[in-house]
């Protein structure tokens, strides 16, 4: 079946950077996606969502972008700290099914 | 609100035992589904569990079953382990089947020898 991948498996930057970790996704009928991140043993935590509808979100700190033209999304983390150290998931949603299909992740390192 | 609790949180079975493991959602929320996450993967969805009942599954075998309890809470059961079943579980609670608004428990490492 189709699946979402990840570009990088680690990312590795200093503290007060601003990261991107990207996402691939082939299913074009996904009208919904999920950032998690997942510390070390840990469960995935909500980070930010965005509906196929939209390009662009917005939270604290952080934002998701998406392009469906190339099927792409990514996350971008303003001014890096050691706490967001952890693996980051894209899941994408299918209306109708809505079971989330997992990325690989990719593993951000923040040194101070 | 203690959230989405699991136990027990590790695990280790034998190969051809049978293993049952626990979620209790978080508060206000009906809806439960499981997850295995094999070690450097994404968690891969098993199957949810709304009114007590199986409501989808991903491509996981009739090994994999599971149950829902009137309080909402659910156990996932695995019989005649695989060597390959060793992995993290996780479950995660919503409040509606559309999973847009889950919230995972931080999971059951098993480890099947």
């Known amino acids: 079946g189709e699946s979402v991948g990840l570009h990088l498996p680690t990312l590795s930057v200093q503290e007060g950077d601003n990261s991107i970790i990207n996402c691939a996704y082939s299913?074009?009928?996904?009208?919904?996606f999920i950032w998690y991140k997942q510390e070390s043993g840990k469960g995935p935590q909500f980070i930010i969502d965005?509906?196929?509808?939209?390009d662009k979100r917005q939270g604290q700190r952080v934002t998701v972008l998406l392009n469906k033209t190339v099927k792409h999304l990514s996350l971008q983390i303003a001014a890096t700290q050691p706490g967001d150290s952890a693996v980051y998931f894209c899941?994408?949603?299918?209306?109708?099914?809505?079971?989330?299909?997992f990325g690989r992740g990719t593993s951000l390192i923040v040194h101070p | 609100d203690a959230g989405v609790t699991q136990s027990p949180t590790h695990l280790i079975k034998t190969r051809g035992q049978q293993v049952t493991l626990r979620c209790s959602p978080k508060s206000g929320h009906d809806t439960v589904s499981w997850y295995q996450q094999a070690l450097g993967q994404g968690p891969q969805f098993i199957f949810q569990?709304?009114?007590?009942?199986?409501?989808q599954r991903g491509n996981f075998p009739d090994r994999f079953s599971g149950h829902q309890f009137p309080n909402y809470s659910s156990e996932l059961n695995v019989n005649a382990l695989l060597l390959g079943d060793s992995a993290l579980y996780l479950c995660a609670s919503s409040p509606d089947r559309k999973n847009t608004e889950a919230f995972f428990g931080q999971g059951t490492r098993l480890t099947v020898v």
């Open positions: 899941a994408e949603l299918v209306g109708g099914s809505y079971i989330p299909t």
């Open positions: 299913n074009s009928a996904s009208d919904y």
């Open positions: 569990y709304y009114e007590e009942e199986e409501r």
């Open positions: 965005i509906r196929s509808n939209m």
